[in-house]
């Protein structure tokens, strides 16, 4: 970097496949400073991205980890910080009474602990910045309304359009505090649909709607969904609706 020079800074979760690896490679395209978070690295994004290999299911550490990176960072060599909670799992398609509890927690704590605790963490560690600050949380419309077979992944989802509009109003009250999105994304062609078009209908009572949606066209591609989040972000009034879906703008 020039000197004098400053550069947006980025935090993704989730970054090593579909949705979050497209925005991944369109931030470091854009040249902004990024920090990926995902349990495996990836070869797609270029050397200038710092990866962590972490896992979120066992998010303390990682929101340390981050806490404490943050505070080292001069924001005098920053545009901008945004956090983007993209992370997430589904547990098994089934009903809630059929799925082990080990796969349930690791759903909540992927889905809804992570992003709490690394907000929390971002806010701490930034909360004297004077530039902008945004947190940017990737939910869905399945935490607006309900799926039968995917409780877990519901739950998380609402749990964190419910954070965004409880942390919006926190911050709205301080003099340098974030603007926060949680944000739907639409119906991305992912691994995460794969897994729904695969369930055991006897099981799942939506599998042929996503199958449907498949066959009929209408996923968008990782690329065209992360281009849309990313418009959103940058929206001069990112913030002024907690919870919001692309489709919707």
């Known amino acids: ?50 990866q962590w290999t972490l896992d979120l299911a066992d998010p303390v550490p990682a929101a340390a980890r981050l806490e404490a990176w943050l505070a080292a960072q001069d924001p005098a060599l920053l545009a901008s910080a945004t956090l983007i909670n993209n992370a997430g799992v589904i547990s098994e398609l089934a009903p809630l009474g059929r799925v082990q509890a080990e796969d349930l927690a690791r759903a909540l704590r992927v889905g809804l602990e992570a992003p709490m605790l690394l907000s929390a963490a971002f806010l701490r560690a930034t909360s004297a910045w004077a530039l902008p600050k945004k947190l940017l949380l990737i939910s869905s419309g399945l935490g607006r ?64 709607r996503f199958v449907g949606l498949k066959s009929g066209g209408q996923l968008d591609s990782p690329a065209e969904a992360a281009a849309k989040v990313l418009r959103y972000l940058a929206r ?4 002024s609706n907690p919870v919001a879906d692309v489709r919707d703008a």
């Open 1 to 50: 970097m020039l000197a004098g020079m400053t550069s947006p800074l980025t935090i993704l979760t989730g970054a090593s496949r579909g949705l979050g690896l497209a925005m991944a490679q369109q931030l470091a395209a854009e040249g902004q400073r990024l920090v990926t978070i995902s349990r495996r690295r990836s070869d797609a994004l270029p050397q200038s991205v710092t």
């Open 145 to 208: 309304r309900a799926m039968a077979g995917s409780a877990s992944y519901c739950a998380a989802k609402a749990g964190m359009d419910h954070l965004a509009r409880a942390v919006a109003l926190e911050e709205t009250a301080r003099p340098q505090g974030a603007r926060i999105v949680s944000l739907a994304p639409g119906v991305i062609d992912t691994d995460m649909q794969v897994q729904l078009r695969a369930a055991d209908p006897a099981l799942f009572a939506d599998r042929e």
């Open 236 to 239: 001069a009034d990112f913030g």
